[in-house]
């Protein structure tokens, strides 16, 4: 057999562009090689030069367009180059829906081959922009001035955003502002390389249908210089600001949140409305960050979950209990678990409020389903909705040992969605899995999949 040719750094040839990869670049193949360019779109012919090769892949980047994209249009955002924030800008938004349903396929052609899994098409929004309702901006000096944004891809430069077109623009707006009193107040702000300083990170959160913000600033420790002045200042920013809270994060490490969590001013969390249901958000609570997707993305659960009315629920990784209490009206009993206390605080407080009849833990939910196994209890229907990483193996092993009759699980990640399907597929069906545009403008991809026992 002979080795796969060679690919080096520098080199140069035409490429035509195949598919979208997971990251939002292009896919191509040379002399069977991948190749992954960033900012070109499936369907374009280019000259690509290698920038580096790794041990199953090149990555090249575009020399010479020789045949563009019709779908293809300049990007918005001034920063889209550098920030890195968003991965599909260039990209007109009716095909990144069509784009974004192929990264489900190609994750079910790697992980089950000849499958013929059911995968509609992509549920998008009609207004793709200002959608996200919480940014959390690091913070940095730079030449005296106080700068918040994100950090460039893969380095440790940050770029200041004074305006992000897919966050709403009152958190923008209460940053830039935060910013400009810290500055003027002269409080120190943290420096990543000599860890010294004391505000690391803005965080503002909004609720969409309320209109109240959470200011949260991230220190690396209590005491905060100035703190007084500092406090009536943000106060007078936008009277809507209902909450003033920090968080201390001493660690040198990658995490936003520590666990030491003290309310300033105000409110203790922020309150937030989803079709019929209002929640209330404390600081570190998880909560979906497209409110308006997120009712379609709920919608679309409930319509897997295929209720009656006499089912037993388990939302595992429950969060404050949004997804199992949209679907309580229809069950007999909602249970839920996570590993968060604050969140299981905020979720037995939701359900209480709307008069739902649920049961919240904290713990894993391999621990509480094997428990409630023990004493006779199943779930007629479990429903999940995972990080990245996907279920993880002991998760798995105890669903398998379980067996819900129907399984409705909610992935933010086809890789591991895909990879996850290995082993259910075992004793499950894949009846359909249903994509979801949850980040317009970025290669993410939220998808619903229902799956019933065989």
Request: net charge positive.
């Amino acid at each position: 057999m002979s080795e796969k040719p060679v690919i080096e750094t520098g080199q140069k040839f035409p490429l035509t562009i195949k598919r979208l990869g997971i990251n939002g670049e292009g896919v191509g193949f040379f002399k069977r090689n991948v190749v992954f360019v960033q900012g070109a779109l499936p369907g374009e012919e280019i000259t690509a030069q290698v920038t580096d090769v790794k041990r199953n892949f090149a990555e090249a980047r575009i020399v010479k367009m020789r045949k563009s994209s019709p779908h293809r249009q300049e990007a918005p955002c001034p920063i889209y180059d550098s920030c890195g924030g968003c991965q599909l800008q260039h990209m007109k938004y009716e095909q990144q829906l069509v784009e974004k349903r192929d990264l489900v396929v190609q994750s079910l052609e790697r992980y089950l081959k000849g499958s013929n899994i059911r995968v509609e098409p992509t549920i998008g929004m009609e207004n793709p922009w200002h959608y996200r309702n919480k940014s959390q901006f690091q913070t940095r000096k730079k030449g005296g001035q106080v700068i918040a944004g994100l950090f460039a891809e893969e380095s440790h430069q940050l770029i200041n955003i004074e305006d992000c077109i897919v966050q709403h623009p009152d958190t923008t707006a209460v940053t830039n502002l935060v910013k400009q009193i810290l500055e003027d107040l002269d409080i120190p702000i943290y420096d990543g390389k000599s860890m010294k300083g004391v505000i690391r990170t803005i965080v503002v959160r909004i609720g969409i249908r309320t209109g109240e913000i959470q200011l949260v600033l991230i220190t690396t420790r209590k005491a905060i210089p100035r703190f007084a002045k500092l406090l009536q200042r943000i106060r007078k920013i936008d009277a809507n600001i209902v909450s003033i809270v920090q968080n201390v994060n001493k660690e040198n490490t990658s995490l936003i949140f520590g666990d030491e969590t003290h309310t300033l001013w105000g409110k203790d969390a922020i309150r937030e409305e989803l079709g019929e249901l209002a929640f209330d958000l404390s600081a570190r609570a998880f909560f979906q960050l497209n409110p308006k997707q997120t009712v379609k993305l709920y919608d679309e659960i409930k319509r897997a979950a295929k209720l009656t009315g006499n089912e037993t629920i388990v939302d595992a990784y429950c969060g404050v209990g949004t997804i199992g209490l949209w679907l309580a009206d229809g069950a007999k009993q909602v249970r839920g678990m996570d590993i968060i206390p604050e969140s299981i605080e905020d979720a037995k407080a939701n359900a209480k409020e709307q008069g739902i009849n649920a049961l919240y833990v904290t713990g894993t939910a391999e621990k509480w389903l094997t428990e409630w196994n023990k004493e006779g209890f199943t779930p007629d229907v479990l429903t999940v909705d995972p990080p990245r990483t996907g279920l993880g193996e002991s998760l798995l092993k105890t669903i398998m040992k379980v067996q819900p009759k129907r399984f409705v699980y909610t992935s933010c990640n086809p890789s591991t969605l895909a990879k996850d399907l290995q082993q259910l597929t075992k004793i499950y069906n894949v009846q359909y899995i249903q994509p979801v545009d949850m980040f317009p403008q970025t290669a993410q991809i939220e998808a619903v999949c229902l799956l019933e026992h065989k």
